[in-house]
T-cell receptor, first 109, second 112 residues
Framework: EAQVTQNPRYLITVTGKKLTVTCSQNMNHEYMSWYRQDPGLGLRQIYY???????DKGDVPEGYKVSRKEKRNFPLILESPSPNQTSLYFC????????FGNGTRLTVT | GENVEQHPSTLSVQEGDSAVIKCTYS??????FPWYKQELGKRPQLIID?????GEKKDQRIAVTLNKTAKHFSLHITETQPEDSAVYFCAASWEYGNKLVFGAGTILRVKS
């Protein structure tokens, strides 16, 4: 089954404790992206990747890192999470049409 | 960069009525305009899209219209049903799906 898999689905952490949200797709897509969803603000792009070892900032990249060492994986790294990064995060991949993962609800206290 | 504005933020309609959601975009180079539906607690999913060489596209009860001159596009849902209740996002891109910029979303409630 073609899908984008994110883990974990829910995560509660404390300020400053490094975390990684994983994202994997099995559709051989070159393009992958991370979004955060906040009420009233829609889906805002954090980082995107056009291919392996090619990443670029989206609209809200501050406080986040990504890597793209393999085509299928695109992890999102928060080196020092802060409460303003509490949000719902979506990974997506696509070749034209974007396919979204199930989301990761992150709470930073 | 691209900026997409979406209106209204919430929309309530009676079952069977039509619903219209409107979006405007700022970058005249944008050429791809998808609409996503997000049901409560679920991921956004594409419901219809249109490219800039087409003025209108229809798929059963949903249709999208595009006015390139005015830089706006709209989603039309006819004969609304309770299962149409969801958040709808419009988006725009000049790279066919890459670097999509989303609107803020519209909460559609269909009352039965």
């Amino acid at each position: 089954e073609a899908q984008v898999t994110q883990n974990p689905r829910y995560l509660i952490t404390v300020t400053g404790k490094k975390l990684t949200v994983t994202c994997s797709q099995n559709m051989n897509h070159e393009y992958m992206s991370w979004y955060r969803q906040d009420p009233g603000l829609g889906l805002r792009q954090i980082y995107y990747s056009m291919n392996v070892e090619v990443t670029d900032k989206g609209d809200v990249p501050e406080g986040y890192k990504v890597s793209r060492k393999e085509k299928r994986n695109f992890p999102l790294i928060l080196e020092s999470p802060s409460p303003n990064q509490t949000s719902l995060y979506f990974c997506a991949s696509g070749s034209g049409t974007l396919h979204f993962g199930n989301g990761t609800r992150l709470t930073v206290t | 960069g691209e900026n997409v504005e979406q209106h209204p933020s919430t929309l309530s309609v009676q079952e069977g009525d039509s619903a219209v959601i409107k979006c405007t975009y700022s970058d005249s180079a944008s050429n791809y305009f998808p609409w996503y539906k997000q049901e409560l607690g679920k991921r956004p999913q594409l419901i219809i899209d249109i490219r800039s060489n087409v003025g209108e596209k229809k798929d059963q009860r949903i249709a999208v219209t595009l006015n390139k001159t005015a830089k706006h596009f709209s989603l039309h849902i006819t004969e609304t049903q309770p299962e149409d209740s969801a958040v709808y996002f419009c988006a725009a891109s000049w790279e066919y799906g890459n670097k999509l910029v989303f609107g803020a979303g519209t909460i559609l409630r269909v009352k039965s």
